[in-house]
Nanobody, 124 residues
Framework: QVHLAESGGGLVQAGGSLRLSCKVS?????????MGWFRQAPGKEREFVGA????????RYADSVKDRFTLSRDNAQNTVYLQMISLKPEDTAVYYC????????????????WGQGTQVTVSS
């Protein structure tokens, strides 16, 4: 089991940028993990944003964020980053980091551990 702590959310104007962080802690061999990001807007279901495989940084993105969002990880800091540019009002949501002990970049919600979420609000 890992503990996940997101940070970096906030209020930004449309077209702006934010970088979310997900600090991973716990006695875990992260090389066998996939880290995912999901988001949930008010009144909507949770949706997949992207995923990154820890050991080789292979990524996968939802079509809605491809070319605007970028995932990366810092092995020394045990942190995953979600860089978001060209933000749109429809990106407004609570963003969640999740961890899965698997090398499969799954887009469904079958992740083992979840963070508390960080709010991202994009004004028009």
């Amino acid at each position: 089991q890992v503990h996940l702590a997101e940070s970096g959310g906030g209020l930004v104007q449309a077209g702006g940028s934010l970088r979310l962080s997900c600090k991973v802690s716990g006695r875990t061999f992260l090389r066998v993990y996939t880290m995912g990001w999901f988001r949930q807007a008010p009144g909507k279901e949770r949706e997949f944003v992207g995923a990154i495989r820890w050991y080789d940084t292979t990524t996968r993105y939802a079509d809605s964020v491809k070319d605007r969002f970028t995932l990366s990880r810092d092995n020394a800091q045990n942190t995953v980053y979600l860089q978001m540019i060209s933000l749109k009002p429809e990106d407004t949501a609570v963003y969640y980091c999740a961890a899965r002990k698997s090398l499969i970049l799954t887009s469904n919600g079958a992740y083992d551990d979840w963070g508390q979420g960080t709010q991202v609000t994009v004004s028009s």
